[in-house]
């Protein structure tokens, strides 16, 4: 871009009325304008940079809060694992079929997972979600743990090993040992 040059011309006071018409060029001094700048490419590449980390505290800073801030406080380092797999860089998501997205399992490097909710709707009075685990190879599922949709973070009380499969059930409170119905919503942890 270069720059613009203008002309100014300043008016001396008189005693005369001047007419003016419209259309009469009217001259004004030169003047230099500064180039226009424009934020270039690593100006713009440091601020999205930027402004991702600032999400992604923000994310978990309102996860702290929000379960510090529960009722019913969950034990310290159910809130530790937690985290730790939700900032696990390499953690697999998978959304569980047939949850529309409101259930999704994140699997960390270690095997530790958790559940993340996304508007998923209350259970029933008297009933409560309960999360199963079927090992590879197996087809008996064993449960890792139960939640009400008040929360957005489940820790599941069992790994989840890569070929596992990972369902959520509505049953009556309290879940029973096996699933009275079939598992529908279930994600499948791919093997390694």
């Known amino acids: 871009m270069g720059s613009a040059r203008v002309q100014l011309v300043a ?6 009325v001047l007419e003016a018409s419209p259309g009469t060029p009217v001259p004004f001094p030169a003047c ?13 590449a440091a601020l999205a940079v930027t ?3 600032v999400a992604v505290a923000l994310g978990v800073w309102a996860l702290v809060a929000e379960t510090r801030s529960s009722s019913e406080p969950a034990p310290r380092a159910a809130d530790e694992r ?5 900032t696990d860089g390499s953690a697999e998501r998978l959304p569980l079929r047939g949850s529309l997205g409101r259930i999704t399992l994140v699997v960390g490097a270690d095997d ?3 559940l993340t909710l996304d508007g998923l709707g209350a259970p029933p009075d008297g009933s409560a979600y309960a999360v199963w685990l079927v090992r590879p190879g197996s087809a008996v599922p064993v449960p ?8 957005r973070v489940v820790p599941l009380t069992r790994r989840v090993p890569p070929g596992a ?9 309290p879940p029973p040992e096996r699933p009275s119905r079939p598992l529908r919503l279930v994600a499948v942890r791919s093997g390694s």
């Open 144 to 151: 890792a743990g139960t939640f009400d949709a008040a929360e």
């Open 112 to 114: 530790e997972a958790i």
């Open 11 to 16: 008016l001396e006071p008189s005693d005369e």
């Open 51 to 53: 402004c991702g980390v």
């Open 165 to 173: 499969r990972v369902g959520v059930t509505l049953e009556r409170a």
């Open 32 to 44: 230099d304008l500064p180039p226009a700048r424009r934020p270039g490419c690593p100006t713009l």
């Open 82 to 86: 937690s985290l730790a797999v939700l």
